[in-house]
């Protein structure tokens, strides 16, 4: 099929991996993938270095909708676009107009279990324009049905999966990334990937170091990410005297070079809405560590309690640190949980069996499945 994603946000995290991951797993099974994003993204720019050809489009404006749908309708019949798939509010609209009077259907993702009908347009959008939903999470299927008003057999959950690395590459990868950061071999490193923004939990999660340090000393916690509370969260390590446990790396690019240099992962997230699939999470997995993190949204499907890592409820520092305690302890328990994440990788979160799953769902949408589109429907007058 000729696919277009489509994402109109302007960071590069979870939602933009997933698209660039999408796009290179559809065209290993032979599909033609294009990527729209805003011009200079950092994901065109990865897409064309992967050799993914790129559409910039300006997703800006409330009230350009329509001009950039129309734009957005002039690529699809340049192209000869059969599938678009939306994944980000803004272009989830400018998508699903633009298939209007075109051969395309629009599918849509959604990322977090927030509701996606703030306005008329929107009500439109969801009801007559969008052949099929993708949900993350069952916890986004629901907010879809019960505050949306999707009919539940238009939505189907899908799991996101991400790729491992080969493991000699992950060796010299943990080699070289711990040498540079001067890590101690007997050091435990507990990493973190996400953005700092406050639904995160960055302020738990370094509360919890403050406990941890207080029992270990041989340990590390690098935080990989940037945002608005960066100033603010490198104060209060100040205000706890945990500097020196604590280092800020910022937005990292290559995070296959991060991931082997920890021996566990910690995700602190509070918010169950934005946090349904958490891609940093499933990263985690494939590389093989075990997991302490909050249960919120849908990281309940990503960790085994007790077998691939620690759950515990959000916001809870002392309990965050309890269980960060026990897996760093234990260097056999890291060594099984571990193998127990990537086993549950292995199983249900590869990249690859999540382009064959929304394959299918692509061939749904266009009634090639051997019955009718579910979308492309006659707005009544």
């Known amino acids: 099929m000729n696919v277009l994603l489509t994402n109109s946000t302007d960071i590069f995290a979870g939602g933009e991996d997933y698209v660039l991951l999408l796009a290179r797993h559809l065209r290993l099974r032979r599909h033609t993938v294009h990527v729209a994003a805003l011009p200079g993204h950092l994901l065109l720019e990865k897409c064309a270095a992967q050799g993914i050809p790129a559409v910039p489009v300006d997703f800006r404006g409330m009230a350009r909708v329509f001009a950039v749908a129309a734009e957005l309708r002039g690529h699809l019949r340049r192209l000869g676009i059969e599938v678009v798939h939306s994944n980000a509010n803004y272009d989830r609209t400018a998508a699903a107009l633009a298939c209007l009077r075109t051969s395309a259907v629009h599918v849509a993702g959604v990322h977090s279990a927030h509701s996606i009908s703030h306005n008329i347009t929107h009500r439109v959008r969801n009801r007559w324009l969008t052949a099929r939903f993708i949900a993350d999470a069952p916890a986004i299927k629901d907010v879809l049905v019960r505050e949306d008003g999707i009919a539940a057999d238009r939505i189907t959950v899908m799991a996101i999966g991400v790729e491992n ?217």
């Open 165 to 381: 690395s080969p493991r000699d590459y992950d060796a010299a990868m943990r080699q070289k990334t711990r040498a540079s950061w001067r890590v101690a071999p007997e050091t435990v490193v507990v990493g973190n990937v996400a953005r700092l923004v406050p639904f995160k939990g960055h302020r738990v999660l370094l509360e919890a170091v403050a406990r941890v340090v207080r029992v270990r000393q041989d340990v590390l916690f690098p935080v990989v990410g940037d945002g608005e509370l960066q100033a603010e969260l490198e104060r209060q390590a100040g205000r706890l005297g945990i500097q020196g446990y604590v280092r800020f790396l910022g937005f990292q690019d290559s995070l296959e070079q991060i991931y082997p240099a920890f021996d566990v992962y910690c995700h602190s997230s509070l918010e169950m809405a934005a946090e349904a699939f958490p891609i940093a999470i499933l990263r985690a997995l494939a590389a093989g560590l075990p997991v302490v993190a909050t249960e919120v949204g849908g990281i309940r499907l990503m960790v085994r309690e007790g077998v691939s890592g620690h759950l515990v409820p959000p916001d809870d520092p002392a309990r965050l640190a309890d269980a960060l305690l026990r897996v760093v302890a234990d260097r056999e328990l890291r060594a099984s949980m571990g193998r127990a994440s990537f086993q549950l990788f292995t199983e249900k979160f590869h990249a690859a069996a999540m382009a064959e799953n929304v394959e299918l769902e692509y061939l749904r949408a266009a009634g090639a499945d051997g019955g009718p589109p579910k979308g492309q429907v006659v707005i009544p007058a």
